[in-house]
């Protein structure tokens, strides 16, 4: 990137670190967000949101350090953090859904 122009190099690994350093601000922003999120769904969309830009920081890395390897990883990244929002919304909507029930029961068990 940048090759046969002075200067340019230089510029693009400015731009990327700046993006990085943006990126690893606003993740800790969302890290605080799943911790203190005051609904079970804020959480798993901070969640999410963490996933989506740790990959994008990844990417920016493998251009950077011009590493094609660390695309792969992305990649990899990506689907484990996908599988790991779906499992987070299985179970969310499981524990939802007997909590539903449960009040349901009582609600049955109250009136009688």
Request: glycine share 8%; with cysteine.
């Amino acid at each position: 990137m940048g090759r046969g122009i002075p200067g340019l190099e230089q510029a693009y690994h400015i731009v990327f670190t700046l993006a990085l350093v943006f990126l690893a601000a606003m993740l800790m922003l969302c890290l605080i967000r799943a911790i203190i999120g005051p609904r079970i769904a804020d959480r798993i969309v901070a969640v999410n949101m963490m996933g989506t830009m740790v990959m994008v920081m990844i990417a920016i890395l493998a251009l950077m350090l011009e590493e094609g390897y660390l695309v792969d990883i992305c990649l990899i990244y990506a689907m484990i953090s996908f599988l790991a929002v779906i499992v987070l919304s299985k179970v969310y909507m499981g524990v939802y859904l007997e909590k539903k029930e449960r009040e349901k029961e009582d609600k049955k068990d109250g009136g009688v």
